[in-house]
């Protein structure tokens, strides 16, 4: 190894160190020194800008909270950081994809509504369904019917939702699919 490589690695294993104590100023140092080479590698896995974000800011949480686990015989204090973040990224990647499959399995769900037609009959059945739908998004908490209401009747994406409601894009994946459930469970109740 270098001796600039070696001194780096000093370094970070003597902010780690610190960081073990509390010492909020090393914190700051070591994710000056490892953010942007970590956020590259987190953006490269989850393809999503918002969730790198999100995954840089858990894996950080992870690193202040847990820098007393961290052991210099084992690895490098980057090495160590970047199998914290490439484990935050894998998880955040399992949820969207069950995420995705539960969206994708209650779009299916509503999609069995019949379709509606000009008759006279066909509007009263409408206006049932439709009175079904609402009495049934009345019993979700009001930020689940929030994000499904923006999702399915207005039409945004998550990003979009995320962004007009301020809230992480984890978080409002993670309300549509609770809501999504709770209507499933409403309407078979009802069926």
């Given amino acids: 190894m270098t001796p600039a490589k070696e001194s780096d690695r000093q370094i970070d294993a003597q902010l780690l160190a610190r960081i073990a104590t509390g010492d909020e100023a090393a914190f700051g140092a070591l ?5 942007p080479g970590l956020f590259s590698f987190v953006l490269k896995m989850t393809r999503d800008e918002k969730e790198a974000e999100d995954v840089l800011q858990e894996g950080f ?3 202040w909270r847990r820098a007393t686990t961290y052991d210099p015989a084992r690895s490098s204090p980057f090495t160590w950081a970047v199998m914290i973040l490439r484990h935050k990224a894998i998880d955040r990647l399992r949820v969207r994809q069950r995420l995705d499959r539960t969206i994708e399995k209650a779009t299916v769900e509503f999609s069995h509504f019949p379709e509606t037609d ?5 509007e009263a059945e409408r206006r049932d369904e439709g009175a079904l739908i609402r009495s049934a998004l009345v019993q979700i908490p009001a930020e689940q019917k929030q994000a ?3 999702a399915f009747f207005s039409g945004l994406t998550h990003e979009q939702i ?3 409601l301020g809230a992480p894009l984890g978080t409002i994946k993670a309300r549509i699919r609770r809501g999504l459930l709770k209507l499933r469970e409403f ?4 069926a």
């Fill in 61 to 63: 949480a992870h690193i």
């Fill in 118 to 122: 000009d008759t006279s009959a066909g």
């Fill in 187 to 190: 309407l078979e109740e009802v």
């Fill in 162 to 164: 995320a962004e007009k």
């Fill in 148 to 150: 499904v209401e923006l």
């Fill in 31 to 35: 994710y000056d020194r490892f953010s």
